[in-house]
């Protein structure tokens, strides 16, 4: 279904890089060590990064480069290692925007009962993902998904990002990502840093608690997530958007390693 993509089939695919696009060397940075750990273990891989970051809790954070600039680097990752990428977008116009940089349009969370962004994403033929709303039952996905394939565009995945719990949690209602593959019928990921997020704080600062990203991660795997999903940076105590709830790059291949061990256990039954 996606462009590019090596190994398709042979384990759970990853789509992982940095929340925003910070700059040129950082992105090609990430990208290469984790086509490196990939090629390693067989993982089918989607290089993440957003070109911007239009939803923020204040105005004076960090929201991206240009968005030309960021688009830019983005291509320059897939055709330097030859993988497909990703990235969000945020209204309808920037669906034809961004779609010739990218091989897969994610529409956020926030955003997916937008029907003009999901039809305009839809009509760019570009593989859809569709994050799921922290409001939204599993259920409620497939009309979603309905909205894509009405369209023309079968090409469509579901990312499941945790629900509301309270003001300043989220948790993962795991018996989601089954429904979703039921009733949905298309592939579901598992966001395992956005999932773990803190938002809506005091400070103005979304929190996290990335000592909580194996956990999540190995239950994912455990009950048939289709793919994951992490935001990664080498030192996330300076990333310029979610800090708080990245994995450290270095981090990435062991984690990596041990899902590929759950993955291969729960194939058997």
Do not use: W
């Amino acid at each position: 279904m996606i462009p590019k993509l090596k190994y398709e089939g042979s384990n759970f695919l990853l789509l992982a890089g940095p929340c925003v696009i910070e700059s040129e060397q950082m992105a090609l940075e990430i990208a290469e060590r984790i086509v490196t750990i990939t090629d390693k273990l067989r993982i089918p891989y989607v290089f993440k990064g957003s070109y911007r970051k239009a939803n923020r809790s204040r105005i004076d954070s960090f929201s991206g480069i240009g968005d030309e600039k960021a688009l830019n680097i983005l291509r320059k990752v897939g055709e330097t290692f030859n993988i497909p990428t990703v990235t969000d977008i945020h209204s309808a116009p920037e669906a034809a925007m961004a779609a010739p940089y990218v091989d897969v349009l994610q529409i956020p969370a926030f955003l997916c009962r937008q029907t003009d962004i999901l039809m305009a994403a839809a009509q760019t033929g570009k593989v859809v993902n569709i994050k799921k709303g922290q409001f939204l039952s599993a259920e409620a996905m497939q009309f979603a998904v309905a909205k894509v394939r009405d369209c023309g565009n079968n090409q469509v995945m579901i990312t499941e990002r945790g629900t509301t719990f309270g003001y300043q949690d989220l948790v993962v209602d795991y018996r989601g990502i089954p429904v979703m593959q039921k009733t949905s019928n298309c592939p579901v990921i598992l966001d395992i840093t956005h999932s773990l997020q803190q938002p809506n704080q005091a400070s103005g600062v979304t929190g996290g608690q990335p000592a909580l990203i194996e956990t999540i991660a190995r239950a994912g795997i455990a009950v048939g997530a289709d793919g994951i999903f992490i935001e990664t940076h080498p030192n996330p105590s300076i990333a310029k958007s979610d800090g708080a709830n990245m994995l450290p790059l270095d981090l990435l291949e062991g984690l990596l390693s041990k899902l590929v061990q759950i993955r291969q256990v729960v194939a058997k039954f």
